[in-house]
């Protein structure tokens, strides 16, 4: 079983309107509501996939339990650990006429220690199950950078891979926890090593600094480049074909769910790496969020170039 962390768990809601105008009435041509938060758009790809996933963090009110219930078409079990307050909602603006995109995006709900502490309990009883722990994105406010720290602690003493993908503050201190695996960008990669990665050398370099800090495996996305990995069986990069791309919000998301299948079937990192890299790419070609097609992926599989550096 595959276990996703969303702490801030949302409903991301997509409207599509012609001709966005500030200040002015906007008429919603078409709208879409799927349960959001990118340790959700981990989950979905992952159920697509065929794993068995269940899906943890906090819900709380209506927005909460439509959440929970937007997920079982996927069949993904919902756990969360529930609230009074409102779960929150992410709103994205597409406007057709001028190819822009505006989103909105709510803070949620305000936790307390006694919520993260019940949460943690919870968690520890999950933990038992997984065969790999992913946990991405923000935190609700009323916790800091030590909630995923913790967390991370939990799933390592529990002796189980732990992938953590987040940003900022939040990253820099649950890297200290040392987690199994993370996927940091060139900016936060910047951040960690204090390198500048100009090229592609020097960002091998500090991918390699973090692995040696006992992180096992460092993915670094490289945009339209592909993204490398750097493990204990060596260093590899990924190139993908050109793609018909349709939507590449939560991309990084599907290729979290890639590294996290590939963990809990026990694949050698460069098949990991190709297997992750052809989900990614299948879920840029639909328009949903966290969604792609197994036949795309299929198809991409054996078209993902892998070089070993």
Same mark, same amino acid.
């Given at each position: 079983m595959i276990l996703t962390v969303t702490l801030n768990a949302a409903i991301d809601k997509r409207y599509v309107v012609e001709g966005f105008r500030t200040g002015e009435v906007n008429r919603v041509k078409e709208c879409t509501y799927v349960p959001g938060g990118k340790g959700l758009n981990v989950s979905k790809p992952a159920s697509i996939y065929g794993a068995e996933v269940v899906a943890t963090g906090f819900a709380g009110g209506h927005a909460g339990a439509y959440i929970e219930d937007a997920l079982k078409p996927f069949g993904i079990r919902s756990a969360f650990y529930h609230v009074d307050a409102e779960s929150r909602s992410c709103i994205n603006i597409w406007d057709e006429v001028n190819q822009v995109q505006t989103e909105f995006l709510e803070p949620g709900f305000t936790l307390t220690e006694e919520d993260f502490a019940g949460f943690e309990a919870k968690f520890r009883q999950l933990v038992q199950e997984a065969k790999v722990v992913a946990m991405s994105g923000s935190?609700?406010? +009323? %916790? @800091?950078g030590t909630a995923y720290q913790r967390l991370v602690k939990i799933v390592k003493d529990a002796g189980i891979p732990v992938i953590l993908d987040t940003s900022g503050k939040l990253l820099e201190m649950g890297i200290e926890a040392i987690p199994t695996m993370i996927k940091p960008n060139i900016d936060e990669i910047r951040m960690l090593t204090g390198k500048r990665c100009d090229d592609i050398s020097e960002i091998i370099e500090a991918a390699r600094a973090i692995h040696e800090r006992g992180v096992k495996i460092v993915a670094v996305s490289l945009g339209a480049? +592909?993204? %490398?990995?750097v493990g204990d069986d060596g260093i590899f990069r990924a190139r993908v074909p050109k793609i018909d791309a349709v939507n590449t919000v939560g991309? +990084? @998301?599907s290729m979290i769910a890639g590294f996290a299948l590939g963990l809990s079937k026990g694949l050698p990192l460069e098949e990991t790496l190709r297997l992750a890299s052809a989900i990614s790419a299948a879920a840029a070609m639909r328009e949903e969020t966290g969604f792609f097609v197994m036949e795309d992926m299929e198809k991409l599989l054996p078209q993902i170039e892998i070089t070993r550096l």
């Open positions: 935190v609700p406010k +009323g %916790l @800091d480049d +592909g993204s %490398l990995a991309c +990084g @998301d």
